[in-house]
């Protein structure tokens, strides 16, 4: 089992910057490859970006590929989504997830998700 826990979302203005934290427990967090994930109001969830386990690869959606950096801490159990450039649509709920594959499906285990809403 694994423990997500995000932190980090909030409301911020079009062009605004936030950075997001995942804390993971449990399971060995530094062998699983790691995402993040978002879903906006009557959307179905959908990929963002993607870390394997040693940091040595990243993968980004295309709709934020240049605006958004995923790192993670493995000393820390910890993974982040840094988000800048923001626009009004990448408004939603975000969340962490371990085992994402290579290919953007998530894995088993979710966090239960951070608000981030960009006003216009």
């Known amino acids: 089992q694994v423990q997500l826990v995000e932190a980090g979302g909030g409301l911020v203005q079009a062009g605004g910057s936030l950075r997001l934290s995942c804390a993971a427990s449990g399971r060995t967090f530094s062998s699983n490859a790691m995402g993040w994930f978002r879903q906006a109001p009557g959307k179905e969830r959908e990929f963002v970006a993607r870390?394997?386990?040693?940091?040595?690869?990243?993968y980004y959606a295309d709709s934020v590929k240049g605006r958004f950096t995923i790192s993670r801490d493995n000393a820390k159990n910890t993974v982040y989504l840094q988000m800048s450039s923001l626009k009004p649509e990448d408004t939603a709920v975000y969340y962490c997830?371990?085992?994402?594959?290579?290919?953007?499906?998530?894995?088993?285990?979710w966090g239960q998700g951070t608000q981030v809403t960009v006003s216009s």
């Open positions: 870390m394997h386990w040693s940091g040595s690869s990243t």
């Open positions: 997830n371990a085992g994402t594959t290579s290919w953007g499906s998530p894995g088993d285990y």
